[in-house]
């Protein structure tokens, strides 16, 4: 699968909403290193998932730093999620 966004780009990221993240949604979580858009692919209760635990990946699996690698994330290490990639303009998108 083809990276959805790439460095550079601006995003529009909100907060989440009391029924989200949802699966497929863009989500911008904390990691170790600082901040990083993932894909939520699976929810509490998939996978052998806990409560308030979401498995996330990235677009690009091969130079991804995700789930795969890192396990479950917890509901509150997800900041947001993405709405809209603004700049570069040209590939503006809304999510």
Do not use: C, H
Not at 36 to 56: C, N, T
Not at 72 to 83: C, M, N, T, W
Request: net charge positive; glycine share 8%; proline share 6%.
């Amino acid at each position: 699968m083809l990276p959805t966004l790439r460095p550079g780009d601006f995003l529009a990221v909100r907060a989440l909403r009391a029924e989200e993240p949802r699966l497929q949604q863009l989500v911008v979580i904390r990691m170790d290193e600082g901040e990083a858009v993932k894909r939520v692919v699976a929810r509490p209760g998939e996978r052998s998932l806990g409560a308030d635990q979401f498995w996330v990946e990235g677009d690009n699996a091969s130079a991804s730093t995700d789930s795969r690698a890192t396990g479950p994330v917890a509901l509150d290490a997800i900041v947001g999620v993405v709405r809209a990639r603004y700049k570069p303009v040209r590939s503006a998108r809304v999510f």
